[in-house]
Every structure is written in structure tokens, then in C-alpha cells.
């Protein structure tokens, strides 16, 4: 099903950033370096911001971390960096792997943290701050 989910994203992405990239390189001239760098940085800004909220989601499951300590222990963590959290989540990572992991992402004011269950499970709390801690 994942192979299927990929290529129809293929499907949906690609013909508009190749015809990009070609509309650029033929009308764009002495200026081709320029454009591109432009056009691409365009296209990692923008799917930087849909891949956590679109593109993720169609691969993995994500749930809000359900209050406890867990969830304190990292926003008080957040709190003394002064780090911006807006939202904490937990992945079903188990489903396509047996390694633990974390990751944060987000732009300016706006940034989430995300648990695999596999860390979760195979951690203790402190262990899991201080693998995002280490992250920061």
C-alpha cells in the first residue's frame, strides 16, 4: 500500500516540478543559476511545510502524547530551552522499524516534537528527555 501511496504522490508532484524546472530552463537565460536555486528553494520551504501535516500522516499514524509525566517531563524540558512547543505527538514507528527515534520540526514559533512508540516502549521517561535534549 505504501508503494501505491508513493507513486500516486509521484504522480501528483512531479509533472508540476519538472515543468517548473524546464519552463525555467528555457526562458530563463543568463539568470538560469539564479532562477533555479529560487525555484527550488520554493519547493523544499513548501514541502517542508505540507510533508508533516499531508504527506506523513498517509504513511503513519500520529496521536497526541496523552498527558502524564512523560508529556510534563518534556514541556518542562521545552519550557527551560525556550524552546517554542506547540504540539507532542507519538508515531506508530513499530509498524516499518524496531529502532527508537524521535524528531522535532517546525518553522519560527510553531515547533512539534514527535516520539516513536518504539522509544516509548523501550525507554524510560528520563531517557526519552534525554534523547531530546541531545536533539536540541
Not at 2 to 20: A, E, N, Q, R
Not at 46 to 58: E, H, K
Not at 123 to 130: I, R
Request: with cysteine; net charge positive.
Amino acid at each position: 500500500m505504501d508503494t501505491l501511496k508513493s507513486l500516486l504522490l509521484g504522480l501528483v508532484f512531479m509533472p508540476p516540478l519538472i515543468g517548473g524546472f524546464t519552463w525555467i530552463l528555457q526562458r530563463a537565460g543568463p539568470w538560469v543559476p539564479i532562477q533555479l536555486w529560487a525555484f527550488f528553494l520554493v519547493v523544499a520551504l513548501f514541502f517542508m511545510t505540507i510533508y508533516p501535516v499531508v504527506i506523513a500522516p498517509l504513511f503513519n499514524k500520529f496521536e497526541t502524547l496523552p498527558e502524564g509525566t512523560l508529556r510534563t517531563k518534556i514541556e518542562e524540558l521545552a519550557g527551560s530551552l525556550k524552546f517554542p512547543l506547540k504540539k507532542l505527538y507519538s508515531m506508530d514507528g513499530s509498524q516499518r522499524s524496531a529502532h527508537s527515534n524521535a524528531y522535532m520540526y517546525g518553522f519560527f514559533n510553531n515547533k512539534r516534537i514527535v516520539l516513536y512508540d518504539t522509544l516509548i516502549k523501550e525507554c524510560s521517561d528520563e531517557q526519552v528527555v534525554a534523547v531530546l535534549a541531545h536533539g536540541r
